[in-house]
């Protein structure tokens, strides 16, 4: 299994680098967790996007979300640029003759997510060609999910864990034969974390704040993170979700995490690409 970092800020995008998106690779699959703002670009500078098996949102957040309309136009162009490769079409013909009946991308949503996504798509018409307003109809195959779903991609099971955060949202657990990897998407302390992350081989955990947040909204400090990594004996923890790039700011997240927990600490950034291996009991 391998994770590839895509994009690390909160709903803030800034420096350069993508909001909040993952890649992860195992037992033949590629899996997208989260597809922020600025996801898609840097997805395809390490993988063609039809290469995709799944994506899982963890919540309804733009920071999140957002690109997901860039990535079902992408994946639209890359299935009209196979028919034009097959019949000598024209650009525009090839688009015309995709078939709409060819399974899309499984996309996995929280309930509800299927009409936030239609309303994002009415909102760019593109009144002339009204195939391009279809990516969420032939480009993804939309599926709704509840907490306690699980689904199978390859040979990859992927179960979703209830969190705490102001919209509902699942962190994602991805396991392998090669090893298994859980993300929390955004989230405050909750029970559905023991689940999540419970003896997972490397735990993506947002380290969004400095101190514990005992409110509605629902982030984790790094130091909540590395105290869920510790409880339920995850291997190795990458922090990530940050509102700033300053290296000081990472470095007292990165501390502040260690102190709670032995394992290795990673800081998320754009491009780190990680090795995650089941790990040898006893």
Known sequence: MQLTVLGTRSGMPAEGQPSSGYLVEAAGSRLLLDCGPGITTALSAVTPVEALDAVVIS???ADHCYDLLPLGKALLHARAARVLRETGLEPMQALAALDASAPGVPLYVPVGGRAVLDRLAALFPVATFPLLDKAFDIAFDVREYAPGAAFTTGGCAVSLHPGRHAAP???????????TLAYTGDTGLAEGLAGLAHGVDLLLAEAT?????????GHLSA????GVAAENGAGELVLTHFATGDPQVLQRRRVAAEAVFAGRVHIARPGLRLPVAARIAG
């Open 169 to 179: 949202n699942c962190g994602a657990r991805v396991e392998s034969p090669s090893g």
């Open 59 to 61: 919540h309804m957040h």
């Open 209 to 217: 704040l400095d101190a514990t947040d005992h409110g509605p909204h």
């Open 223 to 226: 130091a909540d993170a590395g």
